[in-house]
């Protein structure tokens, strides 16, 4: 629960973060924030995991005694409140890391809760205390699991990874397609934060434009791009022949 109240508040920091707007130094802002967030969440969800596995093998080698009855009541009266937190941040997550973060240590607690009344359940009635710390392996597998996946997801951002779900061939082949470009290359497709997708790339126009046809043509493209692919930063370099790569 402690943990929990750790994720929350740096979710919330993240948030606050987020918002504001940018500065001559910080151009986009500080929309990358809830990406370092999502990080930090899941290297404290690694290290609470650690933390318990270590408990748990002590116990298989030295039991103590566990009261089930104890047990269960503290686990459901857990699951009660986990499952109501991860529901209310599940509604309001969006497609941002950050936020999923935080859902993923309220939804990792909700599971870890159903497993610990269980756990109680079998103590109560068995007498036998090693289902406490099985069912603590059994919950930090779980939110290793859970913890990775968020790491793998907030790196890719921060590595300029391709957005989940956008393919880059997709994207290039719409702007190919439309009436008037030739060609397109150089095109490089990323993330500035969870849910805000930027593209660069290199169109070459058909014929000989005038400029203002070519900032027109260029509006268009970016307008398809918005309600295609919900792109909202790109930035297209317009040209009327293929240009040569430099050495």
Known sequence: MLSDVAALAIALVAHALITRPGSPRHTYGYQRAEVLAAQLNGLLLLGVSAWIAVEAI??????????GAGLTAVAAAGLVVNVTSAIVVARARGNSVNMKGAFVHLAA???SSGVAVIAGLAIAFSGKTWFDPAA?????AGVIWAAVELLREASGILLEAAPRGMSVEEV?????SQTGVESVHHLHLWNLASDVPALSAHVVIDGDPSLHEAQVKGDELRHMLEAQFGI????????CHECEDQP
């Open 58 to 67: 002590e116990r298989f080698n030295s039991p103590r005694a566990v009261s």
């Open 109 to 111: 607690d909700s599971a």
């Open 136 to 140: 603590s392996l059994a919950i930090t």
């Open 172 to 176: 290039e082949t719409a702007l190919a």
């Open 232 to 239: 909202a930063h790109a930035t297209l370099e317009l040209e």
